[in-house]
């Protein structure tokens, strides 16, 4: 709290706050679920059954080789939704070329006001890499890609929610899509000229989830296992 120039009765104020009841330190955690079928010459359209807990984002990432884990391309695809538990994200199909989808990463990445995109990221989202007759090399690194829905409103994160949670029961999860040039130029189905394809896409989920603590003699803390996250936040938001 230093950094926020606190006064000596505030840090007091706060240290006796929590010397009586458990604390919570806001946290995420990163699911990884590839999806079982790869894309084909027409798209697209695969689902999976898995529980989503406290989900506030979707990742998707469209390797090429089945090592891939670091680098990935745009698919340069059209017509692109995922839809799971009655709702499509986001609302209206992407094209992952325009500039419609380029503000859509720009503001799930927080990239929209304060902070500035690398020219590797922006590229990555804005440049082609096919037309209809013909394939085209790339003149920079265009391996920083991946799509990043929201599922939940901006908010104060750590005390609301309004993202997916399924009760840690199994839902479909659906993604669909069709290459914008579809046949030989289609740069993700031909991965070369050899007749590799490209292994099925990959979902991440992003979930809020908490560290809880309590205090313990001496002024240290505990990690605590006693209480959910309700009980102790429940107080602060009534």
Request: charged share 15%; with cysteine.
């Amino acid at each position: 709290m230093a950094g926020y120039k606190a006064t000596d009765a505030c840090l007091n104020r706060v240290r006796q706050f929590y010397s009586q009841r458990p604390f919570v330190v806001p946290a995420q955690r990163v699911e990884v679920w590839p999806f079982p079928t790869s894309a084909t010459l027409t798209g697209i359209r695969t689902s999976q059954n898995i529980p989503l807990s406290h989900v506030t984002d979707f990742c998707l990432l469209f390797p090429k080789d089945a090592r891939a884990t670091t680098c990935f391309e745009n698919p340069c695809y059209q017509n692109m939704q995922v839809t799971t538990c009655g709702r499509n994200f986001p609302d209206m199909p992407m094209n992952t070329l325009d500039q419609q989808f380029f503000q859509l990463q720009l503001n799930a990445s927080n990239l929209d006001l304060l902070f500035e995109a690398i020219d590797e990221f922006e590229d990555a989202l804005t440049t082609p890499r096919n037309t209809a007759t013909r394939r085209l090399n790339p003149h920079t690194d265009l391996t920083s890609f991946l799509i990043t829905l929201q599922c939940e409103r901006n908010s104060n994160g750590a005390l609301t929610f309004d993202g997916l949670d399924t009760q840690n029961q199994n839902t479909s999860v659906e993604l669909r899509g069709a290459p914008i040039y579809q046949g030989a130029t289609d740069s993700y189905y031909n991965v070369d000229t050899s007749g590799k394809r490209p292994p099925p896409p990959i979902l991440c989920t992003v979930h809020d989830t908490f560290w809880l603590f309590s205090p313990a003699a001496g002024g240290s803390c505990i990690y605590d296992t006693n209480h959910s996250f309700d009980e102790v936040i429940g107080p602060l938001t009534g």
